[in-house]
């Protein structure tokens, strides 16, 4: 079945630790983006790649990194200079001209230990 | 202003009833909306989009565009307790391709 895997599920980081989240897809869709939600909030757009090593800042950049050396994988790696990394991470992929619709992995959550 | 605005909730109906979901948008170029489902714990699912202004039906489920008041809304008739979920409106401002979500709002369907 085709769909988008992250993993770990759930995941914790010491201080001035960095920490990378996996993200890998088999839909074929050239599109990949990360997003954050923090409780009681919407998705805030971290990074996002409409093709192989190619990705743009979105809203909350800062502190974060990824790359996109395969059509298949977008991690996520949060820096020590994220001050504040808990949250719920989600990866989601669409086909180019589809922007708006997402789909979405299961998600990971990151906690600060 | 925040470019999309949903009332938080929580908002609680009564099994059969309509839930009624409210999203206001800040971008007057902004041309197409889209309604995400989120249950607890899990990941959104779109279930919904409208372009055009107007009343868009998919079985239960009503998409309500006004694009003067720059408002849109989710209609869910006959709520049944599995529509219980967090519901995200979102929306690419202008020209952006990348969608903007709003903070969703959180619904319970009391049996």
């Known amino acids: 079945d085709g769909g988008i895997t992250q993993s770990p599920k759930y995941l914790f980081r010491k201080e001035g630790q960095n920490v990378t989240l996996s993200c890998e897809q088999n839909l074929n869709h050239d599109a990949m983006y990360w997003y954050r939600q923090d409780p009681g909030q919407g998705l805030r757009l971290i990074y996002y790649s409409q093709i192989v090593n190619d990705f743009q800042k979105g809203d909350i950049a800062e502190g974060y990194s990824v790359s996109r050396e395969k059509k298949e994988s977008f991690p996520l790696t949060v820096t020590s200079a994220q001050k504040n990394p808990t949250a719920f991470y989600l990866c989601?992929?669409?086909?180019?001209?589809?922007?708006?619709?997402?789909?979405f992995g299961s998600g990971t959550q990151l906690s600060v230990l | 202003q925040k470019e999309v605005e949903q009332n938080s909730g929580p908002l609680s109906v009564p099994e059969g009833a309509i839930a009624s979901l409210n999203c206001t948008y800040s971008d007057r170029g902004s041309q197409s909306f889209f309604w995400y489902r989120q249950y607890s714990g899990k990941s959104p699912e779109l279930i919904m989009f409208?372009?055009?202004?107007g009343d868009k039906e998919d079985g239960r489920f009503t998409a309500q565009l006004n694009k003067a008041s720059q408002y849109v809304s989710l209609l869910i008739r006959d709520s049944q307790p599995s529509d219980s979920a967090t519901y995200l409106c979102a929306v690419p401002p202008g020209s952006a391709r990348q969608l903007t979500f709003g903070s969703g709002t959180q619904l319970t369907v009391l049996p």
């Open positions: 409208i372009y055009s202004n």
């Open positions: 989601a992929s669409s086909t180019t001209g589809g922007y708006e619709k997402l789909f």
